[in-house]
C-alpha cells in the first residue's frame, strides 16, 4: 500500500542552523500538508500546499519557514534559523483531492540544541 | 474560534476491559470528524471517519458516534487488547476549500495485562 515517507527521522541541529526535512508523498496525491506537534502537545497545522503553491498557513508558519516541492515528488520543510522552540514532531501528510482522507508520514523528530 | 476538545486526558483500563473516549468540537462549518490512533514517535492513523449525515461508524472493535447537533463524538472501543495502547485523537475537517484539520489534544490509553 502506498504511503507517505519521511527523512530523517531525528535531526538533531543547532540553534540558529537551518534544516530541511524531507517527505515523499504518495504519487498521485495533489494537496500537502506539514503538521508539528511539540512533545506533549496536539499536533498543530503548519501550512497546506496546493498546485505549487501555499494554499494556507497558520500563525507558526512564520518568515523563518518554507516549503518546496522542488522535482515533482519530494515535499521539504525548511527551517532557516532554528530555535529551541522549533524542537518537535513535523509531520508530513498527502491527499489525493479535496474531499479525500489525509495521510500522514511517520514524522521527523526535530531536536534544537 | 476552531476548538476540539477531548477527555478524559489519560485513560488505564485492564485487558479485554470497554472504555469510551469523548470529543466536542466547535469547528466551523463542519465537514467530517476523524478519530485517529497515535502510537508514540508515529504519525497519526485514521480509525473512523464520519460526515454530517452519520452518527455512527464501526471499525472492527472500535466504534465512533458523533451527534452533530451537540458538537459531540465518542469512540468505544470493545474487549481492549494491550496494543491499544496509544494516543486517540479526535479530528475535525473544517467544511472550506482548504479543508483544514484540527487536532484535539488526544486521550492517552493505556491497556494493562
Known amino acids: 500500500e502506498p504511503e507517505v515517507t519521511q527523512t530523517p527521522s531525528h535531526q538533531v541541529t543547532q540553534m540558529g542552523q537551518e534544516v530541511i526535512l524531507r517527505c515523499v508523498p504518495i504519487s498521485n496525491h495533489l494537496y500537502f500538508y506539514w503538521y508539528r506537534q511539540i512533545l506533549g502537545q496536539k499536533v498543530e497545522f503548519l501550512v497546506s500546499f496546493y498546485n505549487n503553491e501555499i494554499s494556507e498557513k497558520s500563525e507558526i508558519f512564520d518568515d523563518q519557514f518554507s516549503v518546496e516541492r522542488p522535482d515533482g515528488s519530494n515535499f521539504t520543510l525548511k527551517i532557516r534559523s532554528t530555535k529551541l522552540e522549533d524542537s518537535a514532531m513535523y509531520f508530513c501528510?498527502?491527499?489525493?483531492?479535496?474531499?479525500?482522507?489525509?495521510?500522514f508520514g511517520p514524522g521527523t523528530r526535530l531536536t534544537v540544541t | 474560534k476552531n476548538q476540539v476538545e477531548q477527555s478524559p486526558q489519560s485513560l488505564i483500563i485492564l485487558e479485554g476491559k470497554n472504555c469510551t473516549l469523548q470529543?466536542?468540537?466547535?469547528?466551523?462549518?463542519?465537514?467530517?470528524l476523524r478519530w485517529y490512533k497515535q502510537d508514540t514517535g508515529r504519525g497519526p492513523v485514521s480509525l473512523t471517519i464520519?460526515?454530517?449525515?452519520?452518527n455512527t461508524k464501526s471499525n472492527g472493535r472500535y466504534t465512533a458516534t458523533l451527534d452533530a447537533d451537540t458538537k459531540q463524538s465518542s469512540l468505544h472501543i470493545t474487549a481492549s487488547q494491550l496494543s491499544d495502547s496509544a494516543s486517540y485523537i479526535c479530528v475535525v475537517s473544517e467544511g472550506t476549500g482548504a479543508n483544514n484539520l484540527f487536532f484535539g489534544t488526544g486521550t492517552r490509553l493505556t491497556v494493562i495485562p
Open positions: 470529543c466536542n468540537y466547535t469547528v466551523s462549518p463542519f465537514s467530517n
Open positions: 464520519m460526515t454530517f449525515s452519520e
Open positions: 501528510a498527502s491527499r489525493l483531492g479535496s474531499g479525500y482522507e489525509q495521510y
